[in-house]
């Protein structure tokens, strides 16, 4: 993240940003909403939200020269921290105007590696951030997935099912809740991405340059 920033920034691409870089203790518990997969400790994503939105940012913005209004703030993530990011933002729509969510597990609570489950629009998901994406203050979202199905199951698997929820959930964006392709919610479909952190790195970039162009 680091270096991609640095880059982008000294070919005018980006603006000058502050990354604040938060370390989990337990991923699937503290980035999951709902319980997902016998065995794995799931379900502390509204608490992680609420200690995001009401300690974390305003405690960086006491401490650090930030622009703290929403359109200049935003939460990115990637698999369960995509999922984090988006309902984050739909959450806390006041503090985070943008939303970075790379190959989301929009799939928690509704698939399984072995089936596919109902409609996003009736999940549990949708019901916890209606609110926010309804409002005249919702974030701007970027949805991204990648199309590589080969190199183990992180990819034929989980990424199938990044990229089946992902193109749901854009669908629903837009007849749903007023959101308008290519103004607040942006997707890019990666055609060689896999479930990895070199894809990841390379959106990143792209997604950034989206949020925050050197005007």
């Known amino acids: 993240m680091g270096e991609t920033l640095s880059a982008l920034r000294d070919q005018g691409k980006v603006q000058d940003l502050i990354v604040?870089?938060?370390?989990?203790?337990?991923?699937n518990r503290e980035y999951t909403h709902t319980s997902f997969m016998?065995?794995?400790?799931?379900?502390?994503?509204?608490?992680?939200a609420r200690y995001v939105a009401q300690h974390v940012k305003p405690w960086i913005d006491a401490?650090?020269?930030?622009?703290?209004?929403?359109?200049?703030t935003a939460i990115v993530g990637s698999s369960h921290g995509?999922?984090?990011a988006f309902y984050l933002a739909a959450r806390y729509p006041e503090?985070?105007?943008n939303a970075?969510?790379?190959s989301s597990s929009f799939w928690v609570g509704?698939?399984?590696?072995w089936s596919v489950g109902g409609s996003l629009a009736g999940s549990s998901l949708l019901s916890a951030t209606r609110g926010g994406l309804s409002?005249?203050?919702?974030p701007r979202l970027w949805l991204d997935w990648g199309l590589k199905r080969d190199g183990g199951d992180h990819n034929r698997v989980i990424e199938e099912g990044a990229t089946r929820r992902g193109r749901e959930l854009a669908r629903l964006l837009e007849q749903r809740y007023g959101y308008t392709l290519g103004e607040d919610l942006l997707t890019w479909e990666d055609p060689i991405g896999g479930h990895d952190e070199d894809a990841w790195a390379w959106r990143f970039g792209l997604l950034m340059q989206a949020f925050f162009p050197r005007t």
């Open 95 to 97: 503090q985070f105007g």
């Open 63 to 72: 401490n650090y020269r930030t622009r703290p209004e929403a359109r200049s």
């Open 135 to 138: 409002s005249a203050q919702h």
């Open 100 to 102: 970075g969510c790379l």
């Open 110 to 113: 509704l698939d399984t590696p």
């Open 82 to 84: 995509g999922l984090a």
């Open 20 to 27: 604040v870089a938060i370390s989990p203790l337990d991923r």
């Open 38 to 48: 016998f065995g794995y400790s799931c379900c502390g994503l509204d608490g992680y």
